[in-house]
């Protein structure tokens, strides 16, 4: 466990049923004057109304707003550039991210191309960005990312057949807000492969080289959250106290990783989602059980302390026992929430096995957080375990 650590978060949280209703008293907050807005959001959210309710209030502020949906699911470094240069000459003064991590990773990106002579390419790493881009507002309609409350973005570079991130400390939003209403329409899919994103990034920074108390204390209490109301989620998405679990949870989650890192998982997904196009909380499900098991001789007392907040009972077992019980939970839950488990699946062949393993290996942002080295065939080993 790190002896120095830092921790570092979005300015200001409003959070609660029916919180998007507020969004306009809390405007002042931003600590700025605010003209007009870019909304950044997807066809399906905007078709619900939600929009128009936040372009309502905006201008009850005196703040126009343009509404944007050109992001795509997985945003590649040419679809951000392309948004951005419809920007030229707009003036904004805000940019509001509403919907899921795609549009949040690149209402950051954008806010940030629009205050630093930069491409996208340029901020590729981390702490690359030069100075502060203009005001976020982040509203979350997934319960997965937690990129409301992170430093990070993460883009796709179709040419490498690789996601990479983004990190800085500029892209922390001003205002966020967490309403679980806006998640009750999820369909299931998106529900389970967002949920098992978000309790990866909690389980992740928990055994991570990085963790630390105050990283800790926000994985284990998205453990807790998430493990208690992902299945129910899942099976009754009408359930508003078990969406307000889960999103509390993914906040937490996107905490605890913005304090201690995400490891091998999130650097093994990395070369499915760039290449094979499959969602990067499937890609998670898929490879946790197997990275843990991977690991489990170095991080055994570490997954026997996040048994208990998983519901698991420990008592009477030993350290290495209660690590099994979890991992055989996470494999319980992937089959409950019907999420693959063949790479087949996606198209992925044997023969694509080094070369994923040699994209992964170039995530060392992450590889090093990880409590146990992966050479090359370590990773093939792993990936081989999912095509079996």
Known sequence: MQTL???????????????????????????????KALILTQPSIQSLGFVDTLVGQLADKGVQADVSTSIL??????????????????????????????????????????????????????DLVKKPGLPTILIPTTSGTGAEVTPNAIVTLPEEELKIGIVSR??????????????????????????MDAFTHSLESFISNKANPISDMFALESIRLISSSIVEAYRNGASVEAREKMLLGSMYGGMALTAAGTAAVHALAYPLGGKFKIAHGVANSMLLPHVMEFNMDAIADRLQQAAEPMGINTQGLTSSQAASKVVERIVEWTRLLEIPQDLRSFGVKLEDVPEMAVSASKVTRLLNNNPKELSLQDMEAIYRKLLS
Request: aromatic letters at 6%; glycine letters at 10%; charged letters at 15%.
């Open 5 to 35: 650590y830092r921790f570092q978060t979005a300015d200001h949280i409003v959070a609660g049923r029916n919180s998007l209703q507020r969004v306009g008293e809390h405007l002042h907050l931003i600590g700025a004057d605010v003209h």
């Open 73 to 126: 699911p997985e945003p590649t470094i040419g679809n951000i550039e392309q948004v951005f240069a419809a920007m030229e000459g707009a003036a904004y003064d805000l940019v509001i991210g509403f919907g899921g991590g795609s549009v949040l990773d690149s209402a950051k990106i954008l806010s940030v191309l629009s205050t630093n002579d930069s491409s996208v390419r340029d901020l590729l790493g981390t």
């Open 170 to 195: 500029y892209m922390l939003p001003k205002l966020v807000f967490l309403d679980p209403m806006l998640t009750l329409g999820l369909p299931k899919p998106i529900t389970a492969a967002t949920g």
